[in-house]
């Protein structure tokens, strides 16, 4: 995994910056984005038409919505 070396490579890179601080938040930081790019990876494997059918979902909630309270998206949006 060549993600996995480059993420090494910035720990030593943050390591030999000097401050504690600072290494902890570089660390944090880049556990965070690993984690987050992971998870959206997991969510695609979950598979695209559980996507597709979310979306066809939200837009019929959406269309509910703009067709029971036109007053209410109206003051809304004014």
């Known amino acids: 995994m060549q993600s996995h070396v ?3 490579e910035f720990f ?3 390591d030999s910056s000097g401050a504690h601080d600072q290494t902890v938040h ?4 880049a556990y965070t984005f690993v984690y987050i ?3 959206a990876f997991f969510l695609i494997g979950l ?4 996507l597709h ?4 979902k939200a837009k019929k909630i959406d269309q509910q919505m703009q067709s029971s ?3 209410f998206i109206h003051h809304r949006f004014r």
Do not use: A
């Not at 570089?26 to 930081?29: D, Q, R, S």
């Not at 598979?47 to 559980?50: A, E, L």
């Open 26 to 29: 570089g660390k944090f930081i």
């Open 47 to 50: 598979g695209v038409y559980d």
């Open 12 to 14: 030593m890179k943050v």
């Open 6 to 8: 480059d993420i090494e």
């Open 53 to 56: 059918e979310m979306v066809e």
């Open 69 to 71: 309270q036109p007053t």
């Open 37 to 39: 790019r992971s998870y």
